[in-house]
């Protein structure tokens, strides 16, 4: 998606059925979430560059310098991009820990998995309204929890810190709040087993490669 021209986007397939995440994520919600709610943000994000030169830009290049678009460009194409890696870090194949390279890594950056665990779950348990929690690899190839408000991307110009995400977890009410309802802590304490390391190593092997 990031090396596609905007206009030339396609919605992205969901790698997996709607119950393919129970019990840990609800059928229910993940066929809202997929289909009304990353949907929209892909209907408006392709209404919002019509016209402009927006949609004639690599998306990638875009995100560099979304700080020169409107809010509807930024908000509606984190939204598209984010979910796309949300969905793909996580399979009914999860849980466990990460092996080889990536697991060497955290180690060394966080001292273990356990404690890269909670800095990742105290970034997304504490992100005030609605946003992401993130694991990037940054500009000098080292690993960093971070997370951002509303739809934006570490691969933004607008980030804090910015980077290369390798996995994210989306802690906006509409991600849980069926199932868990106001227990966020519950929902990322779950989310833990649907995890897929294998995906999140290869991104990791791609950035570092
Ligand atoms: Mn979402």
Redesign the pocket.
Known sequence: MLNTVVKDIKFPELPYAFNALEPYIDAQTMEI?YTK??KAYYDKFQAAVKGTGFENMVFGDLLKQISKSPAGVRNNGG?LLN?DL?WNVMSNDGGGEPTGDLANTINNAFGSFEKFKEAFGSAAATRFGSGWAWLIVDGSGNLKVTSTPNQDSPLMDVAEQRGTPILCL?V?E??YYLKYQNRRPDYIGAWWNVVDWKVVGRNFSKVNG
Request: glycine share 10%; hydrophobic share 30%; proline share 0%.
């Open positions: 979430h709610h990353h939204g979910h949300f989306d906006w509409h991600a």
